[in-house]
């Protein structure tokens, strides 16, 4: 299996790198020039970028990365990303480091939107987050009930990549969610230990974000109840996640 790390970028961003032996890839370079530098300071040669999805901060630095490298980039057939050779429109395998990856179809934070699942490992871009879920730029409330879905689905030791360091103010609205989840307390505090001295606070497991994240929540009975409470229309599953992804964006 290839190892996995990050380099951050931006504000909040995380581009996963990679490697084995000196072969690397990277999962949403938005920027190229921190991509660059790594690779120079540890002496690796860039084969492939795996693309999640259109947004700049995803895939702004593949044009760069191109130019310097003879890269496959891997991508979302439907949207639209710079300099793509392999289009992708999920279910199928891919070749990564020589390990088989699962390409996924997450749509909800936007239309194309991929994930890529390694044994243990899944980068799911802007689709799952620490704690939280991305936004609605693009699909339906259920369309993304239903992306989440097929993740939780996934083994519970699977490490979630994500590409946003967004995990304490997910948190916050969390515990607004579910106050008396103790789980959730637990990892409030183990998150903010994290973060003071600077450190991620991801890949978390799977297991972590069933048992914390509101939005693989959505049959629970509190998180039922704060939907209801939030305007959700009934009880499934899809209009709880519609009341409590609303209730985040103005939270
Ligand atoms: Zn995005
Ligand atoms: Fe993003």
Same mark, same amino acid.
């Given at each position: 299996?290839?190892?996995? $790390?990050?380099?951050? &970028?931006?504000?909040?961003?995380?581009?996963?790198?990679?490697?084995?032996?000196?072969?690397?890839?990277?999962?949403?370079?938005?920027?190229?020039?921190?991509?660059?530098?790594? !690779?120079?300071?540890?002496? !690796? =040669? !860039?084969?492939?970028?795996?693309?999640?999805?259109?947004?700049?901060?995803?895939?702004?630095?593949?044009?760069?990365?191109?130019? =310097?490298?003879?890269? %496959?980039?891997?991508?979302?057939?439907? @949207?639209?990303?710079?300099?793509?050779?392999?289009?992708?429109?999920?279910? %199928?395998?891919?070749?990564?480091? #020589?390990?088989?990856?699962?390409?996924?179809?997450?749509?909800?934070?936007?239309? #194309?939107?991929?994930?890529?699942?390694?044994?243990?490992?899944?980068?799911?871009?802007?689709?799952?987050? #620490?704690?939280?879920? #991305? =936004?609605?730029?693009?699909?339906?409330?259920?369309?993304?009930? &239903?992306?989440?879905?097929?993740?939780?689905?996934?083994?519970?030791?699977?490490?979630?990549?994500?590409?946003? %360091?967004?995990?304490?103010? /997910?948190?916050?609205?969390?515990?607004?969610?579910?106050?008396?989840? $103790?789980?959730?307390?637990?990892?409030?505090? @183990?998150?903010?230990?994290?973060?003071?001295?600077?450190?991620?606070?991801?890949?978390?497991?799977?297991?972590? %974000?069933?048992?914390?994240?509101?939005?693989?929540?959505?049959?629970?009975?509190?998180?039922?109840?704060?939907?209801?409470?939030?305007?959700?229309? /009934? =009880?499934?599953?899809?209009?709880?996640?519609?009341?409590?992804?609303?209730?985040?964006? /103005?939270?």
């Amino acid at each position: 299996m290839f190892k996995i $790390s990050l380099i951050p &970028a931006f504000k909040d961003n995380y581009i996963w790198l990679l490697t084995q032996g000196n072969r690397a890839f990277v999962v949403d370079p938005g920027d190229a020039a921190p991509v660059l530098a790594r !690779l120079e300071t540890d002496g !690796l =040669r !860039l084969e492939g970028i795996l693309i999640t999805h259109h947004h700049a901060d995803h895939q702004g630095g593949v044009a760069e990365l191109k130019a =310097r490298y003879p890269v %496959e980039v891997f991508a979302p057939a439907g @949207e639209s990303i710079t300099g793509v050779t392999r289009p992708l429109s999920g279910g %199928e395998s891919i070749d990564v480091l #020589g390990q088989s990856v699962v390409v996924m179809t997450v749509p909800g934070h936007t239309l #194309g939107h991929l994930a890529y699942h390694a044994t243990g490992a899944l980068f799911c871009g802007d689709t799952l987050f #620490g704690a939280g879920c #991305g =936004r609605l730029f693009e699909g339906t409330p259920a369309q993304m009930s &239903a992306s989440l879905d097929s993740i939780a689905n996934l083994p519970d030791d699977t490490r979630i990549y994500c590409a946003h %360091e967004y995990t304490e103010a /997910n948190l916050r609205f969390a515990l607004a969610v579910e106050p008396e989840n $103790s789980a959730l307390q637990q990892r409030v505090v @183990e998150v903010a230990a994290l973060r003071a001295v600077g450190l991620p606070s991801v890949p978390s497991t799977l297991a972590e %974000e069933k048992a914390t994240n509101p939005f693989l929540r959505c049959a629970e009975p509190a998180v039922i109840d704060a939907g209801l409470q939030h305007a959700a229309v /009934n =009880r499934s599953k899809t209009a709880i996640f519609s009341a409590i992804r609303g209730w985040r964006n /103005n939270f």
